[in-house]
């Protein structure tokens, strides 16, 4: 097993940092990392901001749940859905555009875009030595998000990513099992199948949680999911997404 294997296996969510922010050698070679992810059609349809005022971060934090560690990172990141440069490239060519960035699929693109971009950053800072965390809770009031960062039109900011250097790092949680994940040539559709394997992994997970807080929690994977998705969040994203030029066809 090589180096980068080893990085991306040993990744867990790190929400607590030491008080030392990152060089900005540092920051660069993290977002060159990030634009050498692939890119569909070379669109390169994403723009990433980088937070370092304080004032901002703790407003993001505030947004996002009050995560503090959002604002006590060495260095935040949010990762935007971007086809604003896309218009001036039509206006620049003389060319009908809008019709292609208004669609759904050009918006697909976008989104896959910004989080093969993410991931790669991701992966790249905790080369480094760093810890990460993605911050979808700016999703949580994202008028303000767009208030705050001043972005335009065609342009959707969509997670946040802290990143610094590791005061605490949990235990690492195991995922689903690679079998309920992965299928060879078509679709498996036995609902006893996957009951099965759900029932193991809750069995797994319960034990983490109730290693991890000495007995206070014991909730298993099934339940936490049905228990969130039961309630529903963000249900103006389809209003503020197309109010922001974006998906419209």
């Known amino acids: 097993m090589n180096e980068v294997i080893t990085t991306i296996l040993n990744h867990r969510s790190v929400r607590h940092f030491k008080d ?15 634009q050498a992810a692939s890119t569909s059609s070379f669109i390169q349809a994403y723009s990433i901001i980088g937070i370092k005022d304080m ?5 993001l934090a505030e947004i996002a749940g009050n995560q503090e560690y959002v604002a006590h ?15 001036l490239i039509g206006d620049l060519e003389q060319k009908d ?3 292609s ?7 697909m693109v976008a989104l896959i875009d910004a989080a093969l971009a993410a991931q790669n950053a991701a992966i790249a800072a905790e080369s480094m030595g760093l810890g990460i965390c ?10 303000e998000v767009k208030e705050l960062l001043k972005t335009p039109a065609r342009v959707i900011p969509l997670f946040g990513m802290t990143i610094g250097y590791p005061e605490k790092i949990n235990d690492k949680k195991q995922r689903l099992p690679l079998e309920h994940i992965y299928h060879e040539e078509e679709y498996e559709q036995d609902k006893e199948v996957y009951l099965r394997q759900l029932q ?4 797994e997970i ?8 000495a007995g206070k929690r014991k909730d298993r994977w099934t339940e936490q999911m049905a228990a969130m998705l039961e309630k529903q969040t963000r249900m103006y994203m389809k209003e503020f997404v197309q109010k922001n030029k974006m998906n419209m066809r």
């Open 97 to 99: 555009v809008i019709p």
């Open 55 to 59: 004032e901002k971060k703790r407003k």
């Open 206 to 213: 319960s034990s983490y949680y109730e290693e991890r807080t």
């Open 73 to 87: 990172s060495g260095h935040l990141l949010v990762f935007c859905a971007d086809l604003s440069r896309h218009e």
């Open 101 to 107: 960035i208004e669609s759904t699929e050009k918006f």
């Open 134 to 143: 993605y911050i979808g809770g700016i999703r949580n009031k994202l008028d």
């Open 200 to 203: 193991e992994y809750d069995k």
């Open 20 to 34: 030392e922010p990152l060089s900005d050698e540092q920051i660069k070679t993290i977002v060159a990392c990030a």
